[in-house]
């Protein structure tokens, strides 16, 4: 493993928070200057992120995307799995307005989208946000999860333009027949389950290296592109549903949306498979 992600790993293993994972001031520098980890990022307008997300979208081509997380599968190379869900909600933000929250508070901070999840970055971060906040943060969850904050367009931003420096992958027969074997999973469910029960049996099947924290957040992504939907909760591009629209019916979901409010019984969205990633896969 490169010195440089060992650092950012070690960075964030425990109880980081109370300062019990040290990191020294050369590994720091040493991992910043191969890419693993950042400076804290600069405080950009929202008009000024949507802007840079759409010139970052159009540079980007979705074969790449889909080849990326097929690759990932067989290699469990997390950082390449992670664009899918991110390419696929930036490309369903439209031009809009600032969406100011409910609570009268915050709506007059203006530091957060509820449409688009953008979020102002602090302009005096304290010691702790510099190392552990920002950009290093979103990095450790490319790598660690294959990202988490997909419908949030600064992780967006930041994680297409990690992808782009990426070399390009093809993917082997074996990684589209794990993606059919995930998929296949499905019929193994009663039509009352939801994608929680679709996760254990992944889990449970041994189908590809990974653990529950990994498919959870496969499955997220495979809900934001539109495979993984139900017709009266379709992906982002169908219906850009806001902040205070995607959380699930019940407490302990944490799924995010739209896999969240996902049925057994949508089954799977055959034409948005073939989309995102083409032929060859099962059909239901």
Not at 53 to 58: A, E, Y
Not at 145 to 151: D, L, S, T, Y
Not at 219 to 244: H, M, Q, R, W
Request: glycine residues 6%; hydrophobic residues 35%; charged residues 25%.
């Amino acid at each position: 493993m490169d010195d440089g992600l060992k650092t950012l790993l070690a960075m964030f293993k425990g109880s980081y928070w109370r300062s019990e994972i040290s990191v020294s001031e050369e590994d720091i520098s040493c991992a910043k200057e191969k890419g693993y980890l950042f400076d804290y990022p600069a405080y950009e307008s929202h008009a000024d992120s949507l802007h840079r997300l759409n010139s970052i979208i159009s540079k980007i081509d979705p074969t790449d995307i889909a080849d990326a997380f097929l690759f990932s599968l067989s290699t469990r190379k997390l950082e390449y799995r992670s664009a899918l869900g991110s390419y696929y909600y930036a490309k369903a933000v439209r031009e809009h307005s600032f969406m100011a929250s409910h609570n009268e508070t915050l709506a007059a901070a203006a530091v957060h989208c509820y449409l688009c999840g953008w979020d102002a970055w602090q302009t005096s971060p304290s010691k702790f946000e510099l190392l552990y906040e920002g950009y290093n943060r979103y990095n450790y969850e490319r790598y660690k999860f294959g990202g988490v904050r997909h419908a949030y367009i600064n992780y967006a931003l930041f994680d297409l333009e990690q992808f782009t420096k990426l070399p390009k992958v093809t993917p082997a027969d074996e990684d589209r027949q794990i993606l059919t074997q995930i998929l296949s999973c499905v019929d193994r469910l009663n039509n009352s389950d939801k994608v929680g029960k679709l996760r254990d049996t992944i889990v449970k099947a041994k189908i590809f290296k990974s653990n529950k924290d990994e498919v959870s957040v496969l499955l997220d992504e495979l809900g934001i592109c539109g495979i993984l939907t139900g017709k009266d909760y379709p992906s982002y591009d169908v219906y850009f549903a806001n902040e205070y629209e995607r959380a699930p019916v019940e407490h302990r979901n944490d799924f995010a949306y739209p896999v969240n409010r996902w049925y057994a019984r949508d089954g799977i969205n055959t034409e948005k498979l073939k989309e995102v990633f083409g032929d060859g896969f099962i059909d239901h």
